[in-house]
C-alpha cells in the first residue's frame, strides 16, 4: 500500500495562489497514472488533474484548465497542484490519489490509494 502526504493546503483571496504537493512514501516509485481530486461541501467528488507515470502526460477538468497545473518531480517523489488564479469555487478539500498503471487512460485504471486530504478556501 502506498501512502501519500499532501501540504501546501490554505487560505487565500480569490486571484490568489496556492502550491499542493503529495510525498509517495519510499519505497513507492511515482512513476506511475497519478491525481489531483477535490470534493466541496455538500457535493461529489471531482476529478481536478491526472498525469501518465511518464510525467509529461497530463489532462486538466475544463473548470480549471490554464489555471492549475499538475506536475511531477522524480527526485523527490512527489507530485505537485499549482493554482493560480483561484476563484470561490474552487474550495474544498484537495486530495491526490495513485494508481497502479503507468496510463491514466487505461481502462482498467482505478486509484487505490488515497491522501488524508488538504483544505483550500478561497474567499474575500
Known amino acids: 500500500q502506498v501512502q501519500l502526504l499532501e501540504s501546501g493546503g490554505g487560505s487565500v483571496q480569490p486571484g490568489g495562489s496556492l502550491r499542493l504537493a503529495c510525498v509517495l512514501s519510499?519505497?513507492?516509485?511515482?512513476?506511475?497514472?497519478m491525481a489531483w481530486f477535490r470534493q466541496a461541501p455538500g457535493k461529489e467528488r471531482q476529478g481536478v488533474a491526472q498525469i501518465d507515470g511518464d510525467g509529461v502526460t497530463a489532462t486538466h477538468a475544463d473548470s480549471v484548465k490554464g489555471r492549475f497545473t499538475i506536475s511531477v518531480d522524480n527526485a523527490r517523489n512527489t507530485l505537485y497542484l499549482q493554482m493560480n488564479n483561484l476563484k470561490p469555487e474552487d474550495t474544498a478539500i484537495y486530495y491526490c490519489?495513485?494508481?497502479?498503471?503507468?496510463?491514466?487512460?487505461?481502462?482498467?485504471?482505478?486509484?487505490?490509494?488515497w491522501g488524508q486530504g488538504t483544505q483550500v478556501t478561497v474567499s474575500s
Open positions: 519510499e519505497p513507492a516509485d511515482i512513476s506511475r497514472c
Open positions: 490519489a495513485a494508481s497502479t498503471f503507468f496510463r491514466c487512460n487505461d481502462e482498467n485504471n482505478f486509484f487505490g490509494d
